[in-house]
């Protein structure tokens, strides 16, 4: 017998539990990093709603997260930093008229792996950067249901400056170890 992964999809349950997976666009904000611009990511993991049928219920999730930011800093200067985190969310979930539902609430996220690029090398100049290992940020999605494939909109903003004192050495441009850096990014994702 063939194993997989099944969504629960009974229509008579009053709970949803499901597979999430997004595509997103994240950048680094704050006062200690040079020229971030958008750079794309993904997300995939585990979703969990309560209490479906109810005009407020709960909507939590536990995923792994690429993100970061890429930078315009010319061909010796650091070009991007990638990201992977592990973010869990448990969002109150308010049902509006027509059935699309918003979210809005606290993530916490762990930094598994970080790195730091130079010019156009595809192999990382830093791993392990000097970024505090937990982030706080607000999330908020709109989510569109349908029968097979739900649509998820959202975004997550940072709330905690995750520089650590980062110091490097022999990468230009300058990265003020003082400066604030918080994340943020904008999902659109599938629920199954």
């Not at 790195?115 to 505090?132: C, M, T, W």
């Not at 022999?170 to 990265?175: A, G, S």
Request: glycine share 8%; with cysteine; proline share 4%.
């Amino acid at each position: 017998m063939p194993f997989g992964l099944i969504a629960q999809t009974n229509n008579s349950s009053n709970h949803k539990l499901g597979v999430k997976t997004s595509f997103n666009l994240s950048s680094m904000a704050g006062t200690a990093l040079e020229n971030p611009r958008i750079k794309f990511g993904y997300t995939a993991g585990t979703y969990f709603i309560s209490n479906i049928k109810n005009k407020i219920s709960i909507y939590s999730e536990i995923i792994g997260n690429f993100k970061g930011s890429n930078f315009k800093n010319g061909d010796v200067g650091y070009s991007k930093i990638a990201l992977f985190y592990v973010d869990a969310s448990l969002l109150p979930l308010f049902r509006l008229k027509n059935e699309h539902s918003i979210c809005l609430g606290p993530t916490v996220s762990y930094l598994a792996l970080s790195s730091l690029y130079v010019g156009d090398k595809k192999k990382s100049e830093i791993d392990k950067l000097a970024l505090k290992p937990w982030e706080y940020s607000i999330a908020m999605y709109y989510l569109v249901p349908k029968s097979v494939v739900s649509f998820q909109f959202g975004t997550k903003i940072g709330i905690r400056n995750i520089n650590d004192n980062i110091i490097l050495d022999n990468v230009t441009p300058t990265i003020n170890p003082n400066g604030t850096i918080q994340n943020i990014s904008f999902e659109i994702g599938m629920l199954f």
